[in-house]
């Protein structure tokens, strides 16, 4: 099945290309339905192909970060528009309750930083751009943010890809393990979150 996740992520980078790419990273930045793409996995693995000729770094890491900071300020004027009215949806396949409560609560912790560290947490980088708008959060400080967030995610991951792929010899052996191993990284932050509120509710 890892290998099949493995293959998977390429084959759809290959099938959808640049447009594909942007897509994604569009909806994940800031589209509901993006709660279900594999983001990191997927500008990590697309930096590897580059380096291995099938796309153009530099292209890439364009589309990549105009897809991710676009998203994201789409988000915002989503749930500046919607308001509170956001927290009033239903349950639906490509919406829950307790995904917009975490991202809350993770917003509310880290206030604007939220826009920067959520990109590196599935789920939280789709809704907090939303929240930032729910909050009212100044869009000059909001953008700021999400240039600066951007820049890491967006650039940073298929920078990763790249410079290991030119870097390490006969590294697509090594692909299914890192992209693992990112995968896992990604879901630490709301598995810790998880657990402090499991030991707060033990209280």
Request: glycine share 10%; no cysteine; net charge positive.
């Amino acid at each position: 099945m890892d290998t099949l996740l493995s293959l998977d992520i390429v084959a759809l980078i290959k099938t959808a290309g640049y447009l594909g790419i942007f897509g994604i990273i569009f909806s994940e930045s800031g589209l509901l339905i993006g709660l279900f793409f594999p983001g990191d996995s997927l500008l990590f693995t697309a930096g590897f192909l580059a380096s291995q000729g099938y796309l153009n770094i530099l292209v890439l890491i364009i589309l990549s970060f105009l897809g991710a900071v676009l998203g994201d300020s789409f988000g915002y004027f989503f749930g500046k528009k919607l308001g509170p009215k956001v927290f009033q949806k239903e349950d639906s396949f490509f919406f829950r309750k307790d995904h917009l409560v975490k991202a809350k609560n993770f917003y509310e912790k880290y206030g604007a930083k939220t826009i920067v560290l959520a990109r590196f947490v599935p789920v939280v980088r789709t809704l907090a751009p939303v929240l930032a708008g729910v909050g009212e959060m100044r869009y000059a400080t909001f953008f700021l943010y999400n240039i600066l967030g951007g820049t890491l995610w967006a650039v940073g991951l298929p920078l990763l890809g790249f410079y290991l792929g030119n870097l390490v010899p006969n590294v697509d052996r090594y692909l299914l393990p890192i992209i693992f191993v990112i995968i896992v990284a990604s879901m630490v932050p709301a598995l810790y979150e998880a657990w402090r509120g499991h030991k707060k509710i033990k209280k």
